[in-house]
């Protein structure tokens, strides 16, 4: 394994380059949502479940519009290998159709229906009570991030993903400072509670896309070509659909299967704390993997500009299995982090703090350990699925290790053990896992093949 880990001087170099600010950035962005958990679970247990239930919906753009991202990646850092900015725009601009149109149409629906959606994620009156103001605002500040986060992927995807860190850098800094303002009535302001923790969501994301659109328009790096963006013309239309369906139906799927995940807890006897507990270590979950996310962002760019430079299958192989490696040891590492947090500063501290009630703080220690123990498979699918296959041209594929697992066995076995058979809280949360121990082998066999190396910007 260790001769698999050398590659030439400066490469290790270069991918901490490149991972670095993402991962700055998936701390960033991960925070901001942490802040908002923190400061709306001051108010109580059923204020954080409300507000993990709205976000059902959020997470669905969030996670859609990291498949037109991810899409889009493929073709944009194939393109930067080749030195052909004018179809990169031409790829911002049909992804920016892709993006905004689904957002707004998500936006709308919360705003219309924002009961009728949340009573489909839980039964708990109480809670879709607390929350129908929060789903009705927070879904409009998707509008204008997912132009941001397209040009962020861009500018990711063509080896400057500084500009992510510090544009969602801003970002969090305005939401946390109106959160303070808008959740408690500080300054003047009204104490506005969940609904507050909306508006400054909102708020930030406005500044968001301000900043994001004012520096496209000045970058000389990659200077916006206008004519490109609005009329991206069929043939890259047609390569995006080929390579960036895939992905995104990928998404969609995983992140409604992942709401299936909750929408289960939601039903469970025990659902307000089960979501008080899944609000919070769900986001401890995403702050410990932003490493892994960060390395599998690296491989998308490195994996794409390899095969865009035109070098053999083999060079690009063993570049991917050198990356797929050191996913698997950070991984290990992030295991081995959480589990000695767990009583040492988890149980002592950080569940008092939130004030989480014994069912939700046993829960929450499932929760920890669970997602542990398999940190180093996911770490492993993570970059796999998300960055080396996709990377090569082999959405389809990926796509379906990715969600067959999840609806296959994740989902009706949580189901089965959650609702019907009523099992003890560490047996359902294994459940939630359950789709790694598929996903891994399936990638291991899928990558081997070397099928999934494919040039996509010279055979589409």
């Known amino acids: 394994m260790f001769r698999a880990l050398r590659q030439e001087e400066g490469f290790y170099q270069n991918l901490a380059a490149l991972t670095a600010p993402v991962v700055l950035q998936n701390i960033i962005t991960t925070s901001l949502g942490f802040a908002d958990i923190f400061m709306v679970g001051l108010l109580g247990n059923a204020e954080m479940a409300a507000v993990t239930a709205a976000n059902v919906p959020v997470f669905i753009i969030q996670v859609v519009l990291f498949g037109f991202q991810s899409g889009m990646a493929v073709l944009v850092s194939q393109y930067w290998g080749r030195g052909d900015t004018e179809n990169i725009n031409r790829c911002l601009g049909v992804a920016l159709y892709a993006a905004t149109g689904f957002s707004t149409l998500v936006a709308l629906i919360t705003f219309l229906f924002p009961a009728q959606v949340l009573r489909l994620i839980t039964p708990n009156e109480e809670l879709v009570q607390l929350a129908v103001n929060y789903?009705?605002?927070?879904?409009?500040?998707?509008?204008?991030?997912?132009?941001?986060?397209?040009?962020?992927?861009?500018?990711?995807?063509?080896?400057?993903?500084?500009?992510?860190?510090?544009?969602?850098?801003?970002?969090?800094?305005?939401?946390?400072?109106?959160?303070f303002v808008l959740i408690f009535g500080h300054f003047g302001a009204p104490a506005m509670g969940v609904t507050g923790a909306a508006a400054a969501t909102l708020s930030s994301r406005v500044v968001e896309f301000i900043v994001a659109l004012a520096f496209a328009f000045r970058s000389k790096r990659l200077p916006l070509r206008l004519w490109c963006i609005l009329l991206p013309g069929q043939d890259i239309l047609r390569r995006f659909i080929r390579y960036s369906t895939p992905v995104v139906c990928n998404e969609a799927m995983w992140s409604l299967g992942t709401s299936m995940l909750t929408v289960i807890m939601g039903h469970m006897d025990n659902s307000q704390d089960m979501l008080a507990a899944y609000a919070l270590i769900g986001n401890v979950d995403k702050l410990a993997t932003v490493v892994c996310f960060g390395l599998?962002?690296?491989a998308a760019v490195i994996v794409g500009k390899e095969i865009g430079l035109g070098h053999d299958r083999e060079r690009v192989y063993s570049v991917s299995w050198t990356l797929l490696l050191a996913s698997m040891l950070v991984g290990g590492v992030v295991m081995v982090l959480m589990l000695a947090l767990l009583p040492t500063f988890f149980q002592p501290v950080l569940f008092p703090l939130f004030q989480l009630t014994p069912g939700a703080a046993e829960a929450a220690a499932c929760l920890t350990v669970i997602y542990a123990v398999f940190m180093p498979m996911r770490a492993f699918d993570i970059t796999n699925i998300t960055g080396v296959l996709r990377a090569g041209g082999d959405a389809r594929t990926a796509a379906l290790i990715d969600i067959g697992p999840l609806w296959l066995v994740a989902v009706p076995l949580m189901a089965l053990l959650g609702l019907a058979l009523d099992a003890p809280t560490w047996l359902v949360c294994v459940a939630m896992q359950a789709e790694n121990i598929c996903k891994c082998p399936l990638g291991l066999l899928r990558f081997h093949s070397k099928r999934w190396i494919n040039d996509v910007t010279r055979t589409a």
Do not use: D, H, K, W
């Not at 080896?159 to 946390?176: D, K």
């Open 296 to 298: 599998a962002a690296s």
């Open 135 to 179: 789903i009705r605002l927070v879904g409009f500040s998707y509008i204008f991030n997912s132009v941001s986060s397209v040009y962020a992927g861009v500018q990711r995807s063509t080896e400057y993903p500084a500009f992510g860190m510090i544009l969602f850098g801003i970002s969090m800094c305005v939401n946390t400072f109106l959160n």
